[in-house]
């Protein structure tokens, strides 16, 4: 946490795979945003590579200022 604060970190980025509930009391401690990143696809709209790669992208956008 002291670190998040330090560098001034504006979100952090978590797999679907894995439960929000550690990531969103963080995210409550620090301030900071939540953005889900998807490393495997397959979900919807994530069906090819490059789909995948446009969510990534589109999420980052949507969390980073």
Not at 7 to 15: L, P
Not at 40 to 49: E, M, P
């Amino acid at each position: 946490i002291a670190v998040t604060r330090t560098t001034g970190a504006k979100a952090i980025f978590v797999s679907p795979q894995i439960p929000l509930r550690a990531a969103e009391a963080f995210a409550q401690a620090t301030g900071v945003k939540i953005g889900v990143m998807d490393d495997i696809g397959g979900g919807s709209g994530r069906q090819s590579y490059v789909a995948l790669m446009q969510y990534n992208v589109d999420t980052m956008r949507q969390v980073l200022p």
